[in-house]
């Protein structure tokens, strides 16, 4: 009885999944008795966009293709998706001609395009014609840049097939691994000079913890908050990168003989875990850091009426991190990078998909390459023109000093509303905050003048650090692209790898483990060459002198 049970449940649970995932009504035919074109897009739904269907950037990809677009809705959370996904594989349920806004991962999307669930998009890509639209826009990218795109692009079976539409940013401010903001205003209360090194950070960390900066006789100041990883807000990686350059995404760095190595086994590495551990243990670095989201910091530099500011200094993202329009901002400047300035290359996702019960291919690349255009990019950033921004006046200077193409009066990307998906998934984003194309105008206001000098402080720290600081680009590993014959030598010690560093580095912060013994540090080590880490690193090796050191 109960094994009947519990296959009752199994079968209500899958049909809950499924039914999860329906719009109205699931997946359409393609052309209905008119030869009208409908395409069905499913998507994680968005929980700030207020309606997709009578939506501004529906409405317009509507207009410019002549196609109806449907929409079948998928949970939000990238956990839940894969298995709604994953279940309707696994029962053959059809799936919507285009997915978008899916975050597999690499192996996972490519072993849906080897089984075929997804459709092979190389020939369309290598057509020019076909593409011109995407290939006019790629065009414009740094070469470097651009191959190492074209590199990853490919699946890694050795077929050159291309299963997966990717969106492409090229935003200077998303690029930034880290961008600290420090409250001045807390800084000129106390008389303390901006922090210059880790030895200075520290003592501007300890006075904004016990000298009561916001003036509320309260002990609720947070001297320094980051987010888990999110969008420019890595406040422990801007702390190891004072130490020794981890670029996150990549793994490994490369040694002047050409030899790569993993930053995460070097002892500067551990000096840099001691000093976060300190600032941990004295409640200098909150807690939080290891699991706030940019939206979770709001509250702190940007409070409700009648609050105060509690965050000295707040690594986040410039746009999500703050309230826009709010006076909160004015308390803030950038601290002065010292250290590597690391630069996310992997501003660019593969999480868009033609699926195979797609009826109408073309159609569907039609739309694709309608979403590559300007003024499609522009919308799915800004929203409605006229009403969310316009074109500029002719001579209008951009918040970097180049000639301006836009001019934005009310930015929509943490608002709930209709004007967009809230998303800019395949297409091409240049400039997603306007820094080299939005107009300043000569009566903007106090908040967005302050907000663009920011943006500027912070980019100049940037290059500045990079120029003077980084080291040679020689000694950079870009990302590397796993063939699957490598893949199948190390199937599991990649990710395990990768996963147990993520999770000693909080171990040692937390102090659950103990940087400072040299027994635990050993047992790290011990335990990475217990995953398979020589044989990473062996493979690594061996790709980066196939693919990029030639």
């Known amino acids: 009885m109960k094994k009947i049970l519990a296959l009752i449940l199994c079968v209500v649970m899958a049909f809950s999944l499924l039914s999860a995932c329906g719009g109205e009504g699931g997946k359409v035919n393609n052309t209905d008795a008119n030869g009208k074109v409908t395409l069905t897009i499913g998507i994680p739904k968005h929980t700030?966009?207020?309606?997709?269907?009578?939506?501004?950037?529906?409405?317009?990809?509507?207009?410019?293709?002549?196609?109806?677009?449907?929409?079948?809705?998928?949970?939000?959370?990238?956990?839940?998706?894969?298995?709604?996904?994953?279940?309707?594989?696994?029962?053959?349920?059809?799936?919507?001609?285009?997915?978008?806004?899916?975050?597999?991962?690499?192996?996972?999307?490519?072993?849906?395009?080897?089984?075929?669930?997804?459709?092979?998009?190389?020939?369309?890509?290598?057509?020019?014609?076909?593409?011109?639209?995407?290939?006019?826009?790629?065009e414009k990218l740094d070469k470097e840049y651009a191959d190492n795109i074209w590199r990853r692009m490919h699946t890694t079976d050795g077929s050159e097939a291309i299963y997966a539409f990717p969106e492409i940013q090229q935003s200077t401010i998303d690029v930034m691994s880290y961008t600290p903001w420090i409250n001045q205003q807390w800084l000129d209360y106390l008389q303390l000079e901006m922090p210059t090194d880790p030895d200075s950070l520290y003592n501007v960390l300890v006075a904004f913890r016990d000298k009561d900066p916001n003036q509320n006789g309260l002990p609720d100041e947070i001297p320094l908050i980051g987010t888990a990883g999110n969008l420019s807000g890595n406040a422990i990686n801007w702390i190891i990168n004072m130490f020794i350059y981890s670029d996150l995404s990549t793994n490994f760095n490369v040694d002047e003989n050409g030899k790569l190595y993993s930053p995460y086994r070097e002892d500067a590495y551990r000096e840099a875990l001691k000093y976060i551990a300190k600032l941990y243990k004295e409640g200098l670095l909150s807690p939080l850091t290891l699991t706030a989201t940019p939206q979770e910091i709001r509250q702190m530099v940007c409070p409700s009426e009648g609050g105060v500011q509690i965050a000295g200094i707040a690594v986040t993202h410039l746009t999500v991190g703050f309230v826009e329009g709010h006076t909160g901002i004015l308390s803030y400047e950038p601290v002065p990078l010292w250290g590597n300035a690391?630069?996310?290359?992997?501003?660019?996702?593969?999480?868009?998909?033609?699926?195979?019960?797609?009826?109408?291919?073309?159609?569907?690349?039609?739309?694709?390459?309608?979403?590559?255009?300007?003024?499609?990019?522009?919308?799915?950033?800004?929203?409605?023109?006229?009403?969310?921004?316009?074109?500029?006046?002719?001579?209008?200077?951009?918040?970097?000093?180049?000639?301006?193409?836009?001019?934005?009066?009310?930015?929509?990307?943490?608002?709930?509303?209709?004007?967009?998906?809230?998303?800019?998934?395949?297409?091409f984003l240049f400039n997603a905050e306007g820094e080299g194309n939005q107009a300043v105008p000569e009566e903007e206001t106090e908040v967005r003048t302050h907000k663009y000098e920011l943006f500027n402080k912070a980019l100049n720290n940037y290059a500045q650090q990079m120029e003077n600081h980084n080291?040679?680009?020689?000694?950079?590993?870009?990302?590397?692209?796993?063939?699957?014959?490598?893949?199948?030598?190390?199937?599991?010690?990649?990710?395990?790898?990768?996963?147990?560093?993520?999770?000693?580095?909080?171990?040692?912060?937390?102090?659950?483990?103990?940087?400072?013994?040299?027994?635990?540090?050993?047992?790290?080590?011990?335990?990475?060459?217990?995953?398979?880490?020589?044989?990473?690193?062996?493979?690594?090796?061996?790709?980066?002198?196939?693919?990029?050191?030639?």
């Open 48 to 138: 700030s966009v207020s309606d997709y269907d009578n939506n501004h950037y529906t409405k317009w990809l509507e207009e410019k293709t002549g196609y109806e677009i449907k929409f079948q809705f998928f949970a939000t959370g990238a956990g839940d998706y894969k298995t709604q996904m994953s279940t309707m594989v696994a029962g053959n349920v059809e799936l919507p001609d285009i997915m978008m806004g899916f975050d597999l991962g690499s192996d996972l999307y490519n072993r849906y395009g080897s089984d075929g669930i997804f459709v092979d998009l190389a020939d369309l890509f290598n057509d020019r014609e076909k593409s011109a639209i995407w290939w006019e826009q790629f």
């Open 342 to 427: 690391i630069v996310s290359e992997n501003q660019n996702y593969y999480s868009t998909f033609i699926t195979k019960d797609c009826e109408n291919v073309e159609a569907a690349w039609k739309l694709l390459m309608t979403m590559c255009t300007e003024e499609s990019a522009i919308i799915q950033r800004y929203g409605i023109q006229g009403e969310n921004w316009d074109y500029a006046p002719e001579g209008s200077t951009s918040i970097m000093g180049n000639d301006a193409v836009i001019r934005v009066y009310n930015d929509v990307a943490t608002t709930i509303g209709s004007e967009n998906w809230r998303n800019v998934e395949a297409t």
């Open 471 to 550: 080291p040679d680009k020689a000694l950079v590993c870009p990302l590397l692209v796993w063939p699957d014959e490598y893949k199948e030598e190390v199937p599991y010690a990649r990710d395990d790898c990768r996963s147990y560093i993520t999770r000693a580095r909080t171990d040692f912060i937390t102090g659950e483990k103990n940087i400072n013994d040299d027994g635990d540090w050993q047992d790290y080590l011990k335990e990475l060459d217990e995953l398979g880490f020589d044989r990473v690193l062996f493979y690594s090796q061996a790709i980066y002198e196939e693919t990029i050191s030639q």
